[in-house]
């Protein structure tokens, strides 16, 4: 399995960015996907989560500004990230879990700022 991220960038505060991430290989369609993010100095938290058949997850700090979905036609998981603040900014992973394994991508940075 391997999984490409993109869509990060620079982006203004209260701006907004879609991140995309398409998956290789097979079982993408039962797959639990995911969204984490790093910031420098700190750890990798998730941001979303979504089943396979589209029931998403999201932490308190994002409810309401971040959205997840899926297409598994074309195995592609999308972070559609609104009202960005400064403390958005961060590495944004995607990740699969698929028959109780991670797979990372290799993430795509986020900077909010004016």
């Known amino acids: 399995v391997q999984l490409q991220a993109s869509g990060g960038g620079l982006v203004q505060p209260g701006g907004s960015l879609r991140l995309s991430c398409v998956a290789s290989?097979?079982?993408?369609?039962?797959?639990?996907m995911g969204w984490y993010r790093q910031a420098p100095g700190k750890q990798r938290e998730l941001v979303a989560r979504?089943?396979?058949?589209?029931?998403?997850y999201y932490p308190d700090f994002v409810k309401g500004r971040f959205t997840i979905s899926r297409d598994n036609t074309k195995s592609t998981v999308y972070l559609d990230l609104s009202s960005l603040k400064p403390e958005d900014t961060a590495v944004y992973y995607c990740?699969?879990?698929?028959?109780?394994?991670?797979?990372w991508g290799k993430g795509t940075l986020v900077t909010v700022s004016s």
């Open positions: 290989g097979k079982d993408f369609s039962i797959a639990f």
């Open positions: 990740n699969m879990n698929v028959y109780a394994t991670n797979y």
């Open positions: 979504i089943t396979g058949t589209g029931n998403a």
